[in-house]
């Protein structure tokens, strides 16, 4: 199958720092990316859908000027958590999508973030 | 290497009971996560198990058993919106996710 990578798998940082996330599409060119982030023994939480070419949608509740997307290639979207927080630590997913499909998502590993 | 294997395609029919296994091998274990996922949306969460047993909600049921490397999705009294495809996810010992190739489920009247 397809396969999509994130990088860091896991990364620690101070608060008030930004931190990016980057989701790749290897084999595939991926029109649309989702982003999640997942809470301990809690659901993935969709945070926003990621369009090539075109500004992120996000979801109700998600601070867009908080957790910047930005999806500038068919293979590569990147999440920017800006000024991080204790509460921002969390499990951060993607997911592709590819271009003409029928709707099969690949997920990426994940990255752990912890906000000291 | 890591690996979870789960059925590509199972059939059954409306009303009846269908059991989609998962096994795994996973550098160390964090919990077992079964997901639901229609064609062209998001997967939503079922079940997480980390614990070896039985875990029941409503008509879908989630099972473990750690020393075996297998867990089992069961799914009782099936609908037509059951039709979908059922991911089984592993939390390795670094809190990766490593994910099944998904099972898609046909329910049948």
């Known amino acids: 199958g397809a396969v999509v990578s994130q990088h860091p798998s896991r990364v620690i940082c101070k608060s008030g720092t930004s931190v990016k996330i980057e989701c790749r599409s290897l084999d595939f060119q991926a029109t649309t990316m989702f982003w999640y982030r997942q809470f301990p023994k809690q659901s993935l939480m969709l945070m926003a859908t990621s369009n090539e070419g075109s500004k992120a949608t996000y979801e109700q509740g998600v601070e867009k000027d908080k957790f910047l997307i930005n999806h500038a290639s068919l293979t590569l979207s990147t999440l920017t958590v800006t000024s991080a927080h204790p509460e921002d630590s969390s499990f951060y997913i993607c997911s592709a999508r590819e271009a003409g499909d029928t709707g099969e998502l690949f997920f990426g590993e994940g990255s752990r973030l912890t906000v000291l | 290497g890591q690996n979870i294997d789960q059925p590509t395609e199972m059939t059954a029919t409306e009303g009846a009971i269908v059991q989609i296994n998962c096994t795994y091998q996973?550098?160390?274990?964090?919990?077992l996560f079964w997901y639901q996922q229609h064609a062209g949306e998001a997967p939503t969460f079922l079940s997480y198990?980390?614990l070896d047993g039985l875990e029941e909600k409503g008509r879908f049921s989630s099972f473990l058993s750690r020393s075996k490397g297998y867990s089992y999705l069961l799914l009782k009294e099936l609908q037509m919106k059951d039709s979908a495809s059922y991911l089984c996810?592993?939390?390795?010992?670094?809190?990766?996710?490593?994910w099944g190739a998904g099972t898609k489920l046909i329910i049948k009247p």
């Open positions: 996973t550098s160390g274990f964090n919990g």
């Open positions: 198990n980390v």
């Open positions: 996810a592993v939390m390795d010992s670094n809190y990766q996710l490593i």
